[in-house]
Each structure stands twice: as structure tokens, then as C-alpha cells.
């Protein structure tokens, strides 16, 4: 029997990079497959041409044992292909039904039969076994629930081989189980199901097989039941991983960050309500929760880009509530911001210059005064570079010419070597590899254990677990429990996440 997807060959040039370098790719029929590889290896650019958003160089694409060339995503639809986005690609002022439907509504007659279209929705929510309010306006309905509105849109434009771009990465635990439970019934029914996934974790419990890319090549194609997480990363990296340990006894229960009923009111919406936390010296305190749950507005209001409405921020005792940021950082605060080109580098200075941006007036980089140390400056970028493996190791290339995870290294290697008791570290590994990934959970770790505070905010709830001693979980900016991290369970977390409390809570 023919694989319902068989790519051969895949080349995809753009100008003088190669993203993908004759890739072979194939799917069985009725199989979920996991697609992985660091930043760059070529995943999204070999989903994209089989969606046909991407025409390739060179290669061929077979779909149940028919040669396909496809010039858009309509041809691939047609040939029952699906995508769904790791940004969902809905319209939140209109109703489930009618984002389901949109560019192939049903009509009576020439106009638009919303009656009809509801009925054909709700068969495929029965057919399939999703639960879904199809009157709903997605603007008002979970992540969870406007990703299941994304695979029965494709589903009703029938689609029998499916791309999940990143699909866990907005979900809470409950709701990864769930996505779960909803691939292996759709397995079940016939579908084909290609996941594009870094959380590895996952690609142990949802698929069958595994493929991995480096650097635009095909690697190798495994069984998941005859492999690990660490096998993997390894045929990704090209070595082994090491993440989150090496973590020592500190004995110091000293309080370094303090906030007392801290709120915050953007015009529209509180997006913080009433927060009380402290962190204390070599200590890592991990914020879990979803997205937009009020963690950049917390961070943003301990180093002074926001002004609290109410509350106040205490650094080792003495209050920096709606201190100007230079106040803070020269007070020994390292931020490492969630948005790295807004806030954490200027992208068209160099290497050297963000290395040392936001400090340049420190004596260390001075001479008499006003004048800079060339030699000082030039001495510990070099430094920098080498102990945080930042490519290409040349100081004069612009920031902007970097991959993502060189520079996140840039924005850690200065924040971390800076921080003189606390560091706020706000998604440090998005988006970046697991090279990248292993670098900065040791840096965390290394700080935490010379005695540093470090306050963790990740949408990554196993970087959250395994690298926190306190685990505080916040809900529509709100602290609903401060967990320790040994003894928090990701069940516990993940009601929390979505608002609710264990039993023993209520």
C-alpha cells in the first residue's frame, strides 16, 4: 500500500541558504507521525511545501501514490491536505460555525445558509466525537477549544492527512490530554496525522514515528516505542543534552524580591489583581500559567516598564515601586525580557555593542571617568562569547544577522553576568533550540546556586517543574497557589492554569 504522503528528494532554496537539503519524507496512512529538529532544521519548510504554501526547488510529492504539484494551499486542500497553524488563522467576532465554514459556506439558494451550515457542523462534531458550542463567537471560547474549531475546519474541507503546527503550545495540561484522546481517535477513523512539535515529551505519548532534521538534512525516521527523549535529542543535536539538573542546597531563606498587593490597570483591563509573592536568595521561583495570564505585566511591573496601580515592589528591603528601569538594573536586576528584539537588543548594533548595552557607563568599561576601556570592553565580549558559545564568534557582526537562539545568548550572557542579586527571566528558551535550551537552564542554575534570585516565567510547564524550587501559578493575573516545586504535580498545576483548585482547595 502506498504512504499517504511520500516527499522525495526536497530541495528549498532560498537565495543562498538551504533549508532543506534532498529531504526524504514519508507517512504511513492512518499513522501519527512527529516531525522534529532544533530551530532551522527545515520542519516548517518542508510542512509548508507539502501544504503547498512553499513551491520546491527540487523533489517530488506523492499523495496515497499519486504525483501532486501544488501551487497553493487551495490545490493542496484539494488534495486533502490540512494545516493547522500554531496562530490560529479564525475570526473572533464570528461564531464557531461560521469560522468552520468560511470560503465554503453552504446556501439556499444564492444566499448564505447559516441554518444549514450549523447542521453540517454539528454532523462532523458527532462524526468525529468533539464537543464544541458551534453558536459561540471564538472570541469567547478557550485556546483549547478555538484549536478542536481549527481541526474541524479542516475536517470539513476534508481533509485526510493533517499538519499540527506546534499544537500544544497554548494549551494547559488538561487540554494536551485531551488533544491527546482527540489525535488518537482521529488516528482510529483513518486520518493521517503529521505533528511538528519540540516538546519531546509529547512526541513520545501522541505518535508512532519520529523524524528528524538537522540543519536541512533528513537524520533518521524511528519507532517510538524502540527509542527515548534522549536518543532523540541526541540524533537532533548531533550529542547528548543535558537539561535543568545541578541544582545544590542553598541554605539562605533571605527575601530578595518582595511585592505587596501589587495591581496593575492597563485602561481596560486589571491584569493584576491583589499579587503577593517573594522570592528569596538562590532560589528559582517558576510562574506557571497560560499565555496572556498577566506574567509580562508582572515582570514588566518589577522592573519598572510599568507602573503598578497599587502595591508595592521591594528590592532587598527597600522599595523600587515606579523606579525608572536604569534605577533598577544599576540596583543589581537582570532582565531577560519575554520580546528579545523590542526589549533586549538593538538589532542593527553589533555583537560587541549589545553585549554591553544598558551597562556602558559602568566603571568596569571606563576609564577616567568618561571615556571608554577599548581593551576592558574588547576583553570581556571575548569573554562572553566564549563561555556562551555565541556564533559566529565575531563581535563586529550585527545582532540582526543572528539566529534567535545566538541572540537570546547575547541578552542572557549580559543580563545573567550582570545581576547583582536578582534575575527576571521571562521565557528566556522561546524560541530557541535545545543547544540554546541546555546553555540557559545551566546559567538559571549556576546563578541560583552563587546565591542569585531568579524569578521564571515560562509557557513551558516541564521547564517550569524542573528547574523550580517554588512554582507559583497564575490565573487572568491572579496568584491562585504558590506550590513547592517538589511536590507539585502537573495535574494540580494544570486546574490551576485554567482556574480551577483541587479538591482539598475548595
Not at 499513522?31 to 516548517?44: R, T
Not at 532534521?213 to 547528548?240: C, D, F, N, P
Request: with cysteine.
Amino acid at each position: 500500500m502506498d504512504p499517504a504522503v511520500d516527499m522525495k528528494g526536497i530541495t528549498m532554496r532560498f537565495g543562498k541558504v538551504v533549508a532543506n537539503d534532498k529531504v526524504d519524507f514519508s507517512v504511513e496512512k492512518g499513522e501519527i507521525l512527529a516531525l522534529v529538529g532544533e530551530n532551522g532544521a527545515g520542519k516548517s519548510t518542508l510542512m509548508n511545501i507539502l501544504y503547498g504554501l512553499y513551491i520546491p526547488t527540487e523533489g517530488t510529492i506523492h499523495i496515497n501514490g499519486e504525483k501532486k504539484v501544488f501551487h497553493s494551499a487551495i490545490d493542496a486542500m484539494a488534495a486533502g491536505v490540512g494545516m493547522v497553524h500554531q496562530h490560529f488563522m479564525l475570526i473572533p467576532r464570528l461564531t464557531v460555525t461560521d469560522n468552520i465554514v468560511l470560503g465554503q459556506e453552504p446556501h439556499k439558494g444564492i444566499r448564505y445558509s447559516h441554518g444549514k451550515a450549523r447542521e453540517e457542523v454539528l454532523e462532523l462534531c458527532r462524526q468525529y466525537d468533539m464537543k464544541l458550542d458551534v453558536d459561540s463567537r471564538v472570541a469567547d471560547i478557550s485556546l483549547g477549544m478555538q484549536q478542536r474549531v481549527e481541526i474541524i475546519k479542516a475536517l470539513y474541507r476534508r481533509a485526510d492527512i493533517l499538519i499540527l503546527d506546534e499544537p500544544t503550545a497554548v494549551l494547559t495540561p488538561q487540554e494536551i490530554d485531551e488533544l491527546g484522546r482527540m489525535l488518537q481517535k482521529l488516528k482510529a477513523m483513518g486520518k493521517t496525522i503529521i505533528i511538528i512539535t519540540h516538546k519531546l515529551q509529547e512526541v513520545i505519548d501522541f505518535s508512532d514515528r519520529v523524524t528528524v532534521l538537522r540543519q536541512g538534512k533528513w537524520i533518521g525516521t524511528v519507532k517510538t516505542q524502540e527509542t527515548t527523549a534522549e536518543e532523540i535529542t541526541e540524533m537532533m543535536v548531533g550529542r547528548s543534552v543535558s537539561l535543568g539538573g545541578g541544582k545544590k542546597e542553598v541554605m539562605s531563606r533571605e527575601d530578595i524580591l518582595e511585592l505587596r498587593g501589587v495591581s496593575y490597570h492597563n485602561g481596560q483591563k486589571e491584569k493584576l489583581k491583589d499579587i503577593n509573592l517573594n522570592v528569596c536568595k538562590g532560589e528559582i521561583l517558576g510562574i506557571a500559567g497560560i499565555d496572556n495570564s498577566g506574567q509580562k505585566e508582572l515582570t514588566e511591573v518589577i522592573t519598572g516598564i510599568l507602573k503598578p496601580s497599587a502595591g508595592q515592589v521591594l528590592l532587598k528591603g527597600q522599595e523600587i515601586t515606579g523606579h525608572a528601569v536604569s534605577d533598577i538594573r544599576k540596583q543589581g536586576v537582570g532582565f531577560i525580557p519575554q520580546d528579545r528584539h523590542r526589549h533586549g537588543l538593538a538589532l542593527s548594533q553589533n555583537i560587541r555593542d549589545n553585549l554591553i548595552l544598558g551597562y556602558q557607563r559602568e566603571k568596569e568599561y571606563n576609564q577616567k571617568g568618561c571615556f571608554f576601556n577599548e581593551k576592558a570592553v574588547s576583553r570581556d565580549v571575548e569573554e562572553k562569547i566564549k563561555e556562551f558559545d555565541i556564533r559566529p564568534a565575531d563581535m563586529q557582526l550585527l545582532a540582526q544577522g543572528l539566529s534567535g537562539g545566538n541572540q537570546q545568548k547575547i541578552i542572557v550572557a549580559r543580563e545573567v553576568s550582570h545581576a547583582g542579586s536578582l534575575i527576571i527571566a521571562d521565557q528566556p528558551t522561546r524560541g530557541v533550540d535545545i543547544g540554546a535550551i541546555e546553555l540557559i537552564h545551566k546559567t538559571l542554575v549556576d546563578a541560583r546556586n552563587a546565591g542569585k534570585a531568579v524569578l521564571l516565567v515560562s509557557l513551558e510547564l516541564d521547564e517550569v517543574m524542573m528547574l523550580s524550587d517554588r512554582i507559583a501559578v497564575m490565573h487572568d493575573g491572579e496568584i491562585m497557589k504558590i506550590l513547592p516545586g517538589n511536590q507539585a504535580t502537573r495535574e494540580e498545576i494544570g486546574l490551576l492554569m485554567a482556574g480551577g483548585r483541587m479538591a482539598e482547595d475548595e
